[in-house]
């Protein structure tokens, strides 16, 4: 199965990613959520897999820009997927799917492990 990265091509993260993955010739494909979408049921799956804390970016741009009440609902997986679905540039990035695994975030050490 080949990889899939997830994200959106103008964040500098997804771009060095991307820049990882070429260097070290790994094959992937992009699915671009801004354009293409994000299903509620791959979040679920994310979510169960990383847990919703580590999915759920609460440092992007996104996220602050949320009203404090909105922040306070997410306690739990089913309001994260909510504000992940209506603001899918909450989701952190990159998201890869190894057909193993996924990784989330830029970290070449998962990558070296789960990638080559």
């Known amino acids: 199965m080949m990889n899939t990265v997830y994200g959106i091509p103008n964040c500098d993260t997804v771009k060095k990613t991307q820049d990882w993955l070429k260097k070290h010739s790994i094959e992937y494909s ?7 979408g994000i299903s509620k049921e791959k979040l679920v799956q994310w979510c169960k897999e990383a847990g919703w804390e580590t999915v759920l970016n609460r440092k992007s741009s996104t996220w602050k ?9 997410v306690t739990n997986q089913t309001e994260a997927i909510k504000v992940m679905m209506e603001n899918n540039s909450s989701i952190k990035r990159p998201v890869i799917e190894t057909g193993k695994k996924i990784l989330v975030g830029y970290d070449e050490d998962a990558f070296i492990k789960h990638l080559k």
């Not at 820009?65 to 609902?73: A, S, V």
Request: net charge positive; proline share 6%; glycine share 0%.
């Open 30 to 36: 992009f699915h671009n959520y801004k354009l293409e």
């Open 65 to 73: 820009k949320l009203t404090p009440e909105q922040q306070q609902k």
